[in-house]
C-alpha cells in the first residue's frame, strides 16, 4: 500500500495550491478519503473528506469555502485545491484512507497514511 502526497511547496498569502495523493496497493474506489494537516507544534488535524463515490465532502470550519476536496477513482488519485491560503495553512499535509465506509475527523479511523508534502505560507 502506497499514498504518495505532493503539491505542496511555498507561497504567499492570498496564493492557490492544488495537492495530489496517488494510492496504489489498494482499491483506491471503495474507501473514503481525507486530507489532515500537522503544524509545528500541534497536533494532527482534520482538514477535509470525500466518501467514496465523491458526492459526499466534508471540510473543517477553518478551510470551508476556501478547500476543495475531489477524487478520481479512474487514476486512484484524491487532491486538495487550496484557495486564498493564509499563514495558518502552514503545515505538512496528509493523505490518508478511511477504515471503514464513513468520514472521520478522528486520525484513528484512517488505515492508511501518505509520508506527507510541506505546504509554507508567508503573510
Known amino acids: 500500500v502506497q499514498l504518495q502526497a505532493s503539491g505542496g511547496g511555498s507561497v504567499q498569502a492570498g496564493e492557490s495550491l492544488k495537492l495530489s495523493c496517488a494510492a496504489s496497493?489498494?482499491?483506491?474506489?471503495?474507501?473514503?478519503m481525507a486530507w489532515f494537516r500537522q503544524a509545528p507544534g500541534k497536533e494532527r488535524e482534520f482538514v477535509a473528506g470525500?466518501?467514496?463515490?465523491?458526492?459526499?465532502?466534508s471540510y473543517a470550519d477553518s478551510v470551508s469555502g476556501r478547500f476543495t476536496i475531489s477524487r478520481d477513482n479512474a487514476k486512484n488519485t484524491l487532491y486538495l485545491q487550496m484557495n486564498n491560503l493564509r499563514s495558518e495553512d502552514t503545515a505538512i499535509y496528509y493523505c490518508?484512507?478511511?477504515?471503514?465506509?464513513?468520514?472521520?475527523?478522528?486520525?484513528?479511523?484512517?488505515?492508511?497514511w501518505g509520508q506527507g508534502t510541506l505546504v509554507t505560507v508567508s503573510s
Open positions: 490518508a484512507t478511511a477504515s471503514s465506509t464513513f468520514i472521520s475527523q478522528n486520525t484513528e479511523a484512517y488505515r492508511y
Open positions: 496497493g489498494f482499491t483506491f474506489s471503495v474507501y473514503p
Open positions: 470525500i466518501n467514496r463515490h465523491g458526492d459526499r465532502l
